[in-house]
Nanobody
Framework: QVQVVESGGGLVQAGDSLRLSCAAS????????VGWFRQAPGTEREFVAA????????DYADSVEGRFTISRDNAKNTVYLQMNSLKPEDTAVYYC?????????????????WGQGTQVTVSS
């Protein structure tokens, strides 16, 4: 089992950048994809981005394509989400999750373990 912990959230202004980190521990020697999801109050958890075990495959939600970049450093067991040109509608709790199938699913139920989330607030 892989455990993940998010960090890096905060309060920023529209147009600013922020980098989230997802630190993995446990069975990190087995391949697993990592996905980022977000959830705003009163909404369902939505897919943001995902990256494969070797980093060669990535996927993004249309709403963040071109603004967010997902990357990973397996030597540090860490996945990053670089968020640029942030908008107020990006405000949410951001979660990272590990997917042992390495499919880069956009469905939350396909992921095996989740972090506690980190709050990102973008003011206008």
């Amino acid at each position: 089992q892989v455990q993940v912990v998010e960090s890096g959230g905060g309060l920023v202004q529209a147009g600013d950048s922020l980098r989230l980190s997802c630190a993995a521990s446990g069975r990190t020697n087995s391949p697993f994809a990592v996905g980022w999801f977000r959830q705003a109050p009163g909404t369902e958890r939505e897919f943001v981005a995902a990256i494969s075990w070797n980093g060669r495959r990535t996927d993004y939600a249309d709403s963040v394509e071109g603004r967010f970049t997902i990357s990973r450093d397996n030597a540090k067991n860490t996945v990053y989400l670089q968020m640029n040109s942030l908008k107020p509608e990006d405000t949410a709790v951001y979660y990272c999750a590990a997917e042992k199938s390495n499919w880069l699913s956009t469905v939350p139920g396909s992921y095996d373990s989740w972090g506690q989330g980190t709050q990102v607030t973008v003011s206008s």
